[in-house]
Structure formats: structure tokens, C-alpha cells
């Protein structure tokens, strides 16, 4: 059963600042403006804020490799349920991070078996795990995570798995709907 949007995403035709907002924030290349940011829309404030935030991330400045990117965001948007933001991320990213299907398998469902994922990814799934249980970090897990990335790099993934959760509730709570070409939970 499919839940109606609590907040709808904005339709066209938009107005002239809309749509330039809305030209800022979709990635290019898009099929269309993801229905999140026909969301995110209605606080057009807050898109401008967000939109740095967002670019730490995914942007140029990024100290992160895409597929370490990739396994934090879809563990994360898979932990809280999002499949919206997880689906999206998986049909957008999934090749150009180099995952199969197996892999994506395995990131997406807690109960999996992470032993099929390369180490590093082992390592980050752990990191997505133990932030969505507890908000924070074991000392062993640290220990191992910081033996592979820097302390910049370390402080971009815990707010990259922050970001992402953030992300999660808005697509759960305003029940932003599915897009017709993203990858669904199985």
C-alpha cells in the first residue's frame, strides 16, 4: 500500500525562483527534479543552506573516495528505511561505485553477510551500524577506521552518515514519493 505524501512534492509550473532553486539542486542528468527536492522546496531557505551542506559531501571538495560515499549513504538510508533516498542513490550511483548486485544486497539488508563485501567496506558498514544503534563509536571500530582514513576524512563520514539520516527522516516523515526509474528494496 502506497501512503499518501504528507508533504507534496511542488509541481510545475514553478516560479521563476523555484526553478532557478530547483535547477541548483538537482543533479544534471537527472531524468527529472527528484520529488526530495520538490519537497525541500517549500522551506526555499533552507535548500540554500542545505545545498553547502550537501555539497561538503558530493561536491568537488569531497575527501571521500565515491564508493566509500556510496556505502555509507545506502547503509544509512537503508538502516532507517528511506528507500526513497536509498533507491535513488543505488540507480544514480551503484555502477559508478563499482557495486554488484550481491554487494548492494548486502549493504541494503542488516542481516546480510558483510564477509561478501571488500574490507573497507566491511569497515564502513560497521561504522553505519554502530552509529544507527548507539550515536557513537567503539574504541576497536575507531581503532581500525582510523588505520585507513584521515581525521578529516573520519569527521566527513560520521557527518556524512549524520547528513543521511537527516535525510532519511524527511523522506520517511513527508513521505516523499518513489521515483518511477529508482531501485526498489526488494
Not at 553505519?128 to 573520519?154: F, I, K, N, R, Y
Not at 547528513?163 to 527522516?169: L, N
Request: hydrophobic share 55%; net charge negative; glycine share 4%.
Amino acid at each position: 500500500m502506497t501512503l499518501s505524501p504528507r508533504i507534496a512534492p511542488l509541481e510545475p509550473p514553478f516560479d521563476a525562483k523555484t526553478q532557478e532553486l530547483l535547477a541548483k539542486i538537482n543533479p544534471p542528468g537527472a531524468p527529472n527534479i527528484l520529488a526530495l527536492f520538490r519537497v525541500l522546496a517549500t522551506h526555499p531557505a533552507l535548500v540554500e543552506r542545505a545545498k553547502v551542506w550537501g555539497s561538503l559531501f558530493l561536491g568537488a571538495n569531497a575527501l571521500l573516495a565515491l564508493r566509500d560515499r556510496e556505502v555509507v549513504i545506502d547503509r544509512v538510508c537503508a538502516r532507517c528505511g528511506a528507500e526513497y533516498e536509498w533507491g535513488v542513490h543505488v540507480a544514480a550511483f551503484a555502477d559508478a561505485a563499482g557495486f554488484s548486485a550481491a554487494e548492494v544486497a548486502a549493504i541494503a539488508q542488516p542481516a546480510a553477510d558483510i564477509t561478501l563485501l571488500p574490507a573497507r567496506d566491511q569497515l564502513l558498514v560497521r561504522l553505519v551500524d554502530e552509529l544507527h544503534g548507539t550515536a557513537t563509536v567503539s574504541d576497536a571500530l575507531w581503532e581500525a577506521l582510523a588505520a585507513v582514513w584521515t581525521p578529516p576524512q573520519l569527521i566527513e563520514l560520521l557527518m556524512l552518515a549524520g547528513w543521511y539520516r537527516a535525510i532519511s527522516y524527511v523522506c520517511n516523515a513527508a513521505r516523499v514519493p518513489l521515483e518511477d526509474w529508482q531501485a526498489r528494496f526488494s
